[in-house]
T-cell receptor
Framework: GAVVSQHPSWVICKSGTSVKIECRSLDFQATTMFWYRQFPKQSLMLMATSNEGSKATYEQGVEKDKFLINHASLTLSTLTVTSAHPEDSSFYIC?????????????FGPGTRLTVL | SQKIEQNSEALNIQEGKTATLTCNYTNYSPAYLQWYRQDPGRGPVFLLLIRENEKEKRKERLKVTFDTTLKQSLFHITASQPADSATYLCALDSNYQLIWGAGTKLIIKP
């Protein structure tokens, strides 16, 4: 149980275009999903916390108009990178939270490798 | 300032030996701490969670300790195997969010 999928697994796009990444919890309902960005050999950087049916909470320094997050259902959250630039190239990972023993456990998707040319 | 630190240098261990990874933190008082495994190009996979009132947690060949006085967690893999080679991340909770270490790359040599 507790499987999270992401789509696409990788994407290459031209500068200025928009890219949408989907995150789905396949076998459980997740009221909270998280979006992370990870650069090579660095830790996961939380971008935003997404709650079903409400606006996402963005971390400091993350532009909400550039990284649009929609959490329309308990099993789906989407991240849209708008007007992508080469510096947006990174590994984007989502996670879905489920209450486990003693606290929230996060289950991660396989990640999406974004390359902006 | 708040920090969570893992050894940034890769850890090379001979197959069959015990691998021990360290996670230190400052200026946090987490209610629990988690360990994850991450393979290249993949999302992290949850391994173990240990609460602040637990000294030790075990799962098969894995053992985690949590010393809130030292502000340190140790992650042990006994009878290590080449398949255990990966990057291991620790994460602690802070205000209902997880704060992540940068991870330690573990290499198990046959």
């Amino acid at each position: 149980g507790a499987v999270v999928s992401q789509h696409p697994s990788w994407v290459i796009c031209k500068s200025g275009t928009s890219v949408k990444i989907e995150c789905r919890s396949l076998d459980f309902q997740a009221t909270t999903m998280f979006w992370y960005r990870q650069f090579p050999k660095q830790s996961l950087m939380l971008m935003a916390t997404s709650n079903e049916g409400s606006k996402a909470t963005y971390e400091q320094g993350v532009e909400k108009d550039k990284f649009l997050i929609n959490h329309a259902s308990l099993t789906l959250s989407t991240l849209t990178v708008t007007s992508a630039h080469p510096e947006d190239s990174s590994f984007y990972i989502c996670s879905a939270s489920r209450l486990g023993e003693g606290g929230n456990e996060q289950f991660f998707g396989p990640g999406t490798r974004l390359t902006v040319l | 300032s708040q920090k969570i630190e893992q050894n940034s240098e890769a850890l090379n261990i001979q197959e069959g030996k015990t691998a021990t990874l360290t996670c230190n933190y400052t200026n946090y008082s987490p209610a629990y701490l988690q360990w994850y495994r991450q393979d290249p190009g993949r999302g992290p996979v949850f391994l173990l969670l240990i609460r602040e009132n637990e000294k030790e947690k075990r799962k098969e060949r894995l053992k985690v300790t949590f010393d809130t006085t030292l502000k340190q967690s140790l992650f042990h893999i006994t009878a290590s195997q080449p398949a255990d080679s990966a990057t291991y991340l620790c994460a602690l909770d802070s205000n209902y969010q997880l704060i992540w270490g940068a991870g330690t790359k573990l290499i198990i040599k046959p």
